[in-house]
T-cell receptor, first 110, second 113 residues
């Protein structure tokens, strides 16, 4: 059974203070690792898909990386509008379903 | 280009009533997924459908829950005889193909009194 663990559960940063969010996973045959952003009362918003170890993707202040056991979401010089819950999910084998972690709640203080 | 649409956004039911949640996928998407998010828990997969077919229902409770995606119209998640434990946010996602990125709707928040 696929498992996804995200840490820390919550993270508070000062505006401009860079940091990383961790997503550890256990799957049989990874076919995609996904990062989503979720604002309170809204649905998850797609950020990135990573498929193989060593792959990296960037979007504005966010950069996602992937190894064989974990993924990191690096946030460079965050702003208050980056405050949200960041979700990590995996897809494996012949499945189409996503298995999600519990998310990391990021709060960025001005 | 409208995204995934879900209605209603909020639904209140008394124990024993039926709840019907609707999902219209993004234009051009024929694959629909339903997930449930309980307080303090992550999103959990429930069911995956293509037009007129249930492909994977491994996450659906065995009783009281059903889903359909007819040839015409939205996908519907139906919960019969709701109980308080069914209170949760229910999200629908869609994708253009089986192994492609899933895009989520805003969710339906179900409250069972």
């Amino acid at each position: 059974e696929d498992q996804v663990t995200q840490s820390p559960e919550a993270l508070r940063l000062q505006e401009g203070e860079s940091s990383s969010l961790n997503c550890s996973y256990t799957v049989s045959g990874l076919r995609g690792l996904f990062w989503y952003r979720q604002d309170p009362g809204k649905g998850p918003e797609f950020l990135f898909t990573l498929y193989s170890a060593g792959e990296e993707k960037e979007k504005e202040r966010l950069k996602a990386t992937l190894t064989k056991k974990e993924s990191f979401l690096h946030i460079t010089a965050p702003k208050p509008e980056d405050s949200a819950t960041y979700l990590c999910a995996v897809r494996s084998g012949a499945n189409s379903k996503l298995t999600f972690g519990k998310g990391i709640t990021l709060s960025v203080r001005p | 280009n409208a995204g995934v649409m879900q209605n209603p956004r909020h639904l209140v039911r008394r124990r024993g009533q039926e709840a019907r949640l609707r999902c219209s996928p993004m234009k051009g998407h024929s694959h629909v997924y339903w997930y449930r998010q309980l307080p303090e828990e992550g999103l959990k997969f429930m069911v995956y459908l293509q037009k007129e077919n249930i492909i994977d229902e491994s996450g659906m409770p065995k009783e009281r829950f059903s889903a359909e995606f007819p040839k015409e119209g939205p996908s519907i998640l139906r919960i019969q005889q709701v109980v308080r434990g069914d209170s949760a946010a229910y999200f629908c996602a869609s994708s253009p193909g089986r192994s492609e990125t899933q895009y989520f709707g805003p969710g339906t928040r179900l409250l069972v009194l």
